[in-house]
């Protein structure tokens, strides 16, 4: 049995560390591409995350965001897994957004089992237990079977500006028959305002399993549907794209994604 009391007490120690995060320009690094940074504070939360949670699960492996120094081989779809983003919304900390999140799942056997999520900035911790329901701090959350046109679509943009084109298009789709849309800039707390029906729908082209592991199931658990464009599951162990919503402004919106991206 996890202490699931004990990991939300570390994620939201972790979503502190956040708030208390006192940024320098020598404090940042790019990553591969223009807008992937990487600070020494995503490294130093991870490590205390890591540290800690090793403690509470010493079987667990880890599939985190920053490269983990004592990184093990250890196959994932096995056994317990933590997946870990330590700052989700890495450029909006940097700049000031104040919409970046703690991210932490847990896998077994290759299925999510639980997901916190923690935007220190406004106290909102997301969080869900397979099959007890998902929470937005004390209140249970259940998406509201809404479309397109009853709401507001996430997007996030893809990270390499040559699929940017072909992207946009799609967007441009979606634009028209949606309220309106957003960019949060934080895949996780997107994702999570799905599950609370901020949202009605999300999608991003490329993400990683860390960036959406937690969500995932705290958007299941609310009732909302999430999948890569094929309608298969998000993928826990390499990069996919991820299409969320309530039911219907998910279909309606991987209806427009494989119009416009499907090229099979
Ligand atoms: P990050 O802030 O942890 O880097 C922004 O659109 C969202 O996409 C954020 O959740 C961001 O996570 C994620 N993201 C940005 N670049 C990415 C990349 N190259 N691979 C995967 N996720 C990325
Ligand atoms: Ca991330």
């Keep these: 049995m996890i202490d699931y009391a004990r990991v939300e007490h570390l994620v939201r120690q972790a979503g502190q560390?956040?708030?208390d995060a006192n940024i320098t320009r020598e404090q940042i690094h790019t990553k591969e591409s223009r807008d992937n940074f990487v600070t020494d504070y995503d490294i130093r939360i991870q490590q205390y995350l890591v540290d800690n949670l090793?403690?509470?699960l010493p079987e667990a492996g880890f599939f985190c965001e920053e490269t983990m120094q004592d990184s093990?081989?250890?196959d994932i779809r096995k056994g317990f897994c933590f997946y870990i983003d330590p700052i989700d919304g890495t450029t909006?900390?940097?700049y000031?957004?104040?919409?970046?999140c703690v991210s932490v799942g847990i896998a077994l056997d290759g299925r999510m089992i639980a997901g916190f999520v923690y935007n220190p900035y406004n106290n909102e911790?997301?969080?869900?237990?397979?099959?007890?329901?998902a929470y937005l701090n004390d209140r249970r959350l259940w998406t509201e079977n809404r479309t397109l046109a009853d709401g507001i679509l996430a997007f996030g943009a893809p990270a390499d500006t040559t699929k940017g084109e072909t992207f946009f298009k799609m967007l441009y789709q979606l634009y028209e028959v949606t309220q309106t849309i957003r960019n949060g800039?934080?895949?996780?707390?997107?994702?999570?305002?799905?599950?609370?029906?901020?949202?009605?729908?999300?999608?991003?082209t490329r993400l990683s399993p860390y960036d959406y592991a937690a969500a995932s199931v705290i958007i299941e658990e609310a009732g909302g549907v999430i999948t890569q464009l094929d309608g298969s599951p998000v993928s826990l162990e390499e990069n996919c794209l991820v299409i969320a919503g309530a039911p219907?402004?998910?279909?309606?919106?991987?209806?427009?994604?494989?119009?416009?991206?499907?090229?099979?």
């Design 248 to 264: 219907v402004a998910y279909v309606q919106t991987r209806n427009i994604a494989l119009r416009m991206l499907d090229k099979k």
């Design 125 to 133: 911790m997301y969080r869900a237990i397979r099959g007890q329901g």
């Design 54 to 56: 090793r403690i509470l």
């Design 185 to 204: 800039g934080s895949a996780a707390l997107d994702l999570c305002r799905v599950a609370s029906g901020s949202n009605t729908a999300f999608i991003q």
């Design 72 to 74: 093990e081989s250890r």
């Design 92 to 94: 909006n900390f940097i």
């Design 96 to 100: 000031g957004y104040h919409f970046s």
């Design 17 to 19: 560390m956040i708030l």
